[in-house]
């Protein structure tokens, strides 16, 4: 079975800061990975997804996310932090054969002026 | 631009009520789920459906049951609400395998 920790459940960036969010997942074979965005009150936008190829990933809204198969991680990340992106992101994994994804708990972004 | 919608926003019921959530997609997914989110616990899978009358069980379907009659419409149904379902219920859909899937907007329920 697959797992997801996204180990900072609260971070607070200055605004024009650079972002990383981190998420590490347990699954023996290649795994299907994803960053969703949600603002209050809103369901999931997915951000971006990685199934195979190029590891660095490109996404909406200038996000950007790399996989990196020895540190079974796959980080998210933005060059410079708007005030709209304060929202709470969560990473998933899937694997070929399965229909469900497994989600992590969820990073709380907050972005201070 | 798929598109899921869910029958409300919000959602007040009193204990021991009947309740349906409805969830409808315009994409002609052949897979739809039903999850609960609570703080600090993240999304929990409590249904999902892979085709028309087709369902398996998630993580935590205690208390809830389903229905895909049709293939763009999946119904969440709480038999006898209590109030520890009080809880933000999202829909989602994809296409098979563990493609991205493409959520609502969410029904926060409240059951006093």
């Known amino acids: 079975a697959q797992s997801v920790t996204q180990p900072d459940i609260h971070i607070t960036v200055s605004e024009g800061a650079s972002l990383e969010l981190r998420c590490n997942y347990s699954?023996?074979?290649?795994?299907?990975l994803f960053w969703y965005v949600q603002s209050p009150g809103q369901g999931l936008q997915l951000l971006l997804k990685?199934?195979?190829?190029?590891?660095l990933v490109q996404g909406i809204k200038g996000f950007e996310a790399e996989f990196k198969r020895s540190q079974s991680s796959f980080n998210l990340r933005k060059p410079s932090v708007h005030w709209s992106d304060a929202a709470e992101y969560f990473c998933?994994?899937?694997?070929?054969?399965?229909?469900?994804?497994?989600f992590g708990k969820g990073t709380m972004l907050l972005v201070s002026p | 631009d798929v598109k899921v919608t869910q029958s409300s926003r919000y959602l007040v019921k009193r204990t021991g009520e009947k309740v349906f959530l409805e969830c409808v997609q315009d994409?002609?997914?052949?897979?739809m789920f039903w999850y609960r989110q609570d703080p600090g616990l993240g999304l929990r899978l409590i249904y999902f459906?892979?085709?028309?009358?087709?369902?398996e069980k998630g993580d935590i379907p205690e208390g809830y049951s389903v229905s895909r009659e049709k293939k763009e419409r999946f119904s969440l149904i709480l038999e006898s609400a209590s109030t520890n379902q009080t809880s933000m219920y999202l829909c989602?859909?994809?296409?098979?395998?563990?493609?991205?899937?493409?959520f609502g907007p969410g029904t926060r329920l409240t059951v006093t």
């Open positions: 699954y023996g074979a290649t795994p299907y």
């Open positions: 990685y199934f195979s190829g190029d590891t």
């Open positions: 459906s892979y085709d028309v009358k087709m369902k």
């Open positions: 998933a994994v899937g694997a070929r054969g399965y229909s469900t994804l497994t």
């Open positions: 989602a859909s994809s296409l098979p395998e563990p493609y991205e899937q493409y």
């Open positions: 994409m002609d997914h052949e897979n």
